[in-house]
């Protein structure tokens, strides 16, 4: 089975830039998706395809992929952005999720 | 605007069932794979299942194999889930999720909370 690594927590103050990573054979050769989840409600798609961001999402998510890691920056990040962030991918039919980042914005 | 809302769930023996239903809208039900992911309490997410859109392929976590069935009804833009054989390690919030493409879940409902204690 496939496994993703996230660090567990990271922390900025606002105004500064985020970078949250996610660790992995599968990334090598599948696309990764980033999904944001505040406390009580559902996750929302903040990354697609490594780098690429859904309508509605401001600009300041980002992503990029290198080898078998693929990381998502926010650039800028506000106090809203404080949430968990889960890396994504899926092979062989099976759905894969990283472990979760705290993210903490103050 | 798609709309995924899910219910069904509830407080339960160790050994008991439970159905989950999702409630899908706001788009055209029938032409996607959706799946089942749960998160117990102040733990990460978990993918439990998923089911083609016209039911044809049908996959399961080795966690939940021969417990859990997934199921969906296109005429009622339904999904569902028939948990029997209950663990306390079930206990999570259950959220159905919907595939814009095989393997990439886009929309999710607000999910349900299975409790499973004695």
């Known amino acids: 089975s496939y496994e993703l690594t996230q660090p567990s927590s990271v922390s900025v103050s606002p105004g500064q830039t985020a970078r949250i990573t996610c660790s992995g054979d599968v990334l090598a050769k599948k696309y990764a998706r980033w999904f944001q989840q505040k406390p009580g409600q559902a996750p929302v798609l903040v990354i697609y395809k490594d780098s690429e961001r859904p309508s509605g999402i401001p600009e300041r998510f980002s992503g990029s992929s290198s080898g078998t890691t693929v990381t998502l920056t926010i650039s800028g990040a506000q106090v809203e952005d404080e949430a968990d962030y889960y890396c994504y991918s899926a092979a062989d039919n099976n759905w894969v999720f990283g472990g979760g980042t705290k993210l903490t914005v103050l | 605007e798609v709309q995924l809302v899910e219910s069904g769930g509830g407080l339960v023996k160790p050994g008991g069932s439970l159905r989950l239903s999702c409630a899908a809208s706001?788009?055209?039900?029938?032409?996607?794979?959706m799946n089942w992911v749960r998160q117990a309490p102040g733990k990460g997410l978990e993918w439990v299942s998923s089911i083609s859109s016209s039911s044809s392929y049908i996959y399961y976590a080795d966690s939940v194999k021969g417990r859990f069935t997934i199921s969906r009804d296109n005429a009622k833009n339904s999904l569902y889930l028939q948990m029997n054989s209950l663990r306390a390690e079930d206990t999570a919030v259950y959220y159905c999720?919907?595939?814009?493409?095989?393997?990439?879940?886009?929309?999710w409902g607000q999910g349900t909370l299975v409790t499973v204690s004695s």
């Open positions: 706001g788009f055209t039900f029938s032409s996607y794979s």
């Open positions: 999720a919907r595939e814009e493409g095989p393997g990439n879940p886009d929309y």
